[in-house]
């Protein structure tokens, strides 16, 4: 089964200062690659996804990840955090030759004034 | 308003009983899927379907049932609830590009569903 890493479960961070959080998966065929945020008590919102092309994707908010092959990642990027970035962040995976999405257990970002 | 609704939002039950947990986009979308989400865990998918009539299981799919008649909804079962079925749930949909790419899943807002 497919398995994905976020490696800190907790990451807290300066208002203003620049924050990665990271993803790794276990794959050896080709994936789509998603990252969400939850904020509390909401569901999920779709910050960035890599399908193809340019490693380097643009989402919502400032943030931006980069797609390493090689090192079967996906971080996320952003370099000035705001108070209200303050959420879960759930790193998501899709082989593109399944149906199945894999998430992985998220990372608590706390923005501290 | 593009959305995915869930309900109920919130429900308390015994365990046996049987309930059903509704989902309903509005997008037009073919793809659905449940997932439960739980401390530590992160989100674990249920049950999933490509169309309607066409359903596949997740990672987690015991105890759960689903169906999927038309293409707007996408409903959850628990037949017989038991405690360890106490759980956040969410439904989400998805746009399937004619390449087969996902345009990234839309989210319900959750069902916080407790079993004593």
Known sequence: ?113 | EAQVTQNPRYLITVTGKKLTVTCSQNMNHEYMSWYRQDPGLGLRQIYYSMNVEVTDKGDVPEGYKVSRKEKRNFPLILESPSPNQTSLYFCASSFLAPSGAHQGQFFGPGTRLTVL
């Open chain 1, 1 to 113: 089964a497919q398995s994905v890493t976020q490696l800190d479960s907790q990451v807290p961070v300066f208002e203003e200062a620049p924050v990665e959080l990271r993803c790794n998966y276990s794959s050896s065929v080709s994936v789509y690659l998603f990252w969400y945020v939850q904020y509390p008590n909401q569901g999920l919102q779709l910050l960035l996804k890599y399908l193809s092309g340019s490693t380097l994707v643009k989402g919502i908010n400032g943030f931006e990840a980069e797609f390493n092959k090689s090192q079967t990642s996906f971080h996320l990027r952003k370099p000035s955090v705001h108070i209200s970035d303050t959420a879960e962040y759930f790193c998501a995976v899709r082989r593109k030759t399944g149906n199945q999405f894999y998430f992985g257990t998220g990372t608590s970002l706390t923005v501290i004034p």
